[in-house]
């Protein structure tokens, strides 16, 4: 079997996972390139490649930030748009929705196209379908060489109710591209043919400014590893991978790309581990996510605001941000990572974040320039890092220079010694943590409790116990390659394909016949697009769902669609609703009409070239040939234990028994502190597990 291989960039580092014929796994960090030039980023891959002596690749897997890096910076390209007469401020206006009532500095973020790059042309479908204004050809021509004058680079097309009838739409791309050709065209119907204007203008607005900035970035990236293997596949928000000529044309897929590869990949692991409920708890160099798993599924959503200040209160306040309404796990999202500065505001308090020194400067210790002291640096000064170097001693670590940032810029203001400042810092960084996991537990009626914390990244495991300490949490899993744990998520995941539909209509009225039609439409396209990506058709399974709502609600719950006879199917449907509904908010309304607005269909292909199995049979062998040294150095456990002397340990140290903390267990890509209280032990996979109590 060839060698395959997935490689995640990240704020900080950029991880490398190469899946080799004889099952070992080889590991590679390295510090990301600010730029994200495709072509650059390409040679970095293409060196570690080189050194794994991977020749030829039967897989290559990529979790990318390129499209969520042009949003947040505004470099997208410079789009147009063509909308159904009187539909022009769409983008403007929005949901009408005023986040920051309250303050007087909010602002939204400018629409992605600009109104004189937004032209109107007159044209009128009706919501059954039918034609009330023909479509001016004359003014869609004179519109679209207007557009082409403002130097557009990429076309949106969205009219009102395409969703139900396309014909107009598709008039207007046939009359673009033979007016613009080669220029990137984004239709609404093909994009997202449900209803609501404001959400399908803004997605497919978001397409259109994505498409180049996409295409061109995985064109350099091709070009450079196109020796390893001939297509690369992208890793989506959704959690599944499809290919990068998919990506090409539905950027708007992969706007989440990168944490979704290391939830997949904790997904992975509850079913391997035989895990119910949990939570993934994901700490990298620049941010901290959390995503609740259930029955072995991520939760998710099906549609996500980008371009708004991410934190874990983001889903209770929006309309700043840009709206995609494409299906993504359901990631909340704190700027709370290993490199976030540490400062005192101008009341005396000290706060972390957002603010990250990312890959450059980076943090004091890593001697990269960096002045401002970070979490990294307190983890340094506390002795949870070895204070010489980490990453295999690929990264240096300067121990006394993180004390002396500490003391210059943070101990003066607040009175305390390196150590409390540092103690400190972790303190409140763990408090960052702890919201973005009550986001995703409390604040959706679980118990933290109940939940197993599955905690990775670089700097996840280093927090992990203390974080589920104070959440009441009584385990942990660390799994193998914690810091390369996305990277790894890329070779565990399958091909995924997501299609929606609406069919508006009251439960009891349903048009069966128009139901089962839809259903034969978006089968058709799911197969179409399939084939052409060079997947078995056979090999595809396919799952369906229903969007329903109380008649007069305005968000819809999403239900499995069951496989019943027709004249049935009504009747199930409205159960399975009540059922969700309570489940999820306590209520139900049994005699309120329920309305069906979406069909959605999910098909998925296997794709994964790693499974948790393998990885353990592989640690097994290695570990029981590694030489191992037992270590010690003091560490900080706060005002109450002090410092400490800890055991140094590797993660074989740990096979067939437990060890009580305090503990620190080194790896190449991550360090594990056990504090006090907690117990260390290995599961039959690898998994490192903590408990306490």
């Not at 009359?175 to 959400?199: D, T």
């Not at 498409?211 to 196109?226: N, T």
């Not at 308090?349 to 450059?360: F, H, I």
């Not at 439409?521 to 060079?534: F, I, K, N, T």
Request: hydrophobic share 40%; aromatic share 6%.
């Amino acid at each position: 079997m060839e060698p395959r291989a997935g490689f995640d960039i990240g704020g900080t580092f950029t991880d490398i996972i190469v899946a080799a014929p004889d099952g070992r796994f080889l590991t590679y960090k390295i510090l990301s390139i600010p730029t994200g030039i495709g072509e650059n980023v390409g040679r970095c891959i293409a060196d570690a490649l080189d050194k794994s002596g991977a020749t030829q690749l039967s897989a290559l897997v990529h979790g990318t930030t390129v499209g969520t890096n042009a949003l947040l910076e505004g470099k997208g390209a410079k789009a147009g748009l063509l909308t159904t007469q009187g539909f022009r401020d769409a983008l403007e206006m929005r949901r009408l929705s005023l986040a920051g009532a309250r303050d007087y500095y909010w602002e939204r973020s400018a629409p992605l196209i600009p109104r004189r790059r937004r032209q109107e042309v007159a044209e009128r479908i009706a919501t059954d379908g039918t034609v009330i204004t023909p479509l001016d050809k004359d003014a869609t021509r004179a519109a679209l060489l207007l557009l082409k004058q403002r130097g557009i680079a990429s076309l949106a097309i969205c009219f009102v109710n395409s969703y139900v009838n396309p014909v107009h739409e598709r008039e207007a791309a046939e009359i673009a591209r033979e007016l613009l050709p080669g220029l990137p065209i984004s239709v609404s119907h093909e994009i997202m043919p449900a209803f609501r204007e404001y959400e399908r203008t803004s997605t497919t607005a978001v397409n259109a400014y994505l498409m180049p900035v996409v295409a061109r970035y995985l064109d350099s990236l091709e070009s450079e590893l196109h020796k390893f293997c001939p297509t690369m596949r992208i890793m989506q928000s959704n959690g599944g991978v499809v290919a990068s000529s998919h990506a090409r044309v539905r950027p708007i897929f992969t706007v989440e790309s990168g944490p979704a590869a290391g939830v997949l990949a904790a997904t992975a692991l509850t079913r391997a581990a035989k895990i119910d409920r949990a939570v993934s708890f994901d700490m990298g160099g620049t941010t901290v996510k959390a995503c609740l798993i259930e029955d072995s599924a991520p939760i998710e959503k099906a549609e996500v605001e980008v371009g708004g200040e991410a934190n874990s209160g983001a889903r209770w306040f929006r309309g700043k941000g840009y709206t995609l309404a494409a299906p993504s796990l359901d990631i909340v999202e704190a700027g709370a990572g290993g490199g976030s500065i540490a400062h005192v505001d101008a009341n005396g308090t000290l706060r972390v974040g957002p603010t990250s020194a990312g890959a450059v400067p980076g943090p004091v210790c890593y001697g990269g320039g960096g002045t401002d002291p970070t979490v990294t640096d307190a983890n340094v000064v506390l002795g949870y890092l070895n204070p010489t170097a980490i990453a295999g001693g690929t990264v240096p670590i300067d121990r006394p220079a993180a004390i002396a940032a500490l003391e210059k810029v943070l101990c003066p203001p607040l009175g305390l010694s390196a150590l409390d400042a540092a103690y400190g810092i972790h303190q409140v960084a763990n408090a960052a943590m702890m919201r973005t996991v009550r986001a995703v537990t409390t604040e959706r009626g679980r118990n933290p409790r109940e939940y197993t914390l599955i905690a990775f990244g670089g700097a996840g495991p280093i927090h992990a116990a203390a974080l589920a300490e104070n959440l009441g949490i009584s385990r942990v899993y660390v799994p193998q390659y914690p810091g390369l744990f996305s990277a790894l998520g890329l070779l565990l995941a399958d091909l995924r394909y997501d299609y929606v539909q609406s069919v508006p209509s009251r439960l009891d009225a349903m048009n069966l016949d128009e139901i089962a039609q839809r259903r034969e439409d978006l089968l058709r396209r799911a197969h179409d697009e399939v084939a052409s990506e060079g997947v078995d058709i056979a090999k595809l399974s396919l799952q369906w769902f229903a969007d329903l709502r109380y008649e007069r609600q305005t968000t819809e719950t999403k239900i499995d669609l069951p496989d019943v006879a027709p004249e049935k199917l009504a009747e199930v449907l409205a159960a399975k609703f009540h059922e969700e509904h309570e489940k999820l908010y306590s209520y139900r309304c049994p005699d309120e009409p329920i309305t069906l607005v979406n069909l959605r269909l999910k098909a998925t292909a296997p794709a994964r070239s790693a499974s948790f199995e393998q990885m353990g049979e592989a640690f097994l062998r290695s570990a029981k040939e590694e030489q191992l040294v037992e270590g010690v150095r003091d560490a900080y456990f706060g005002v109450e234990r002090g410092l400490l002397r800890t055991r140094i340990l590797r993660r074989a140290h740990l096979l067939s028994r437990s060890v009580e903390g305090p503990m620190i267990i080194e790896e190449f890509d991550t360090t594990v502190v056990v504090p006090p209280g907690w117990r260390a032990s290995l599961d039959d996979l690898g998994n490192v597990v903590l408990q306490t109590g």
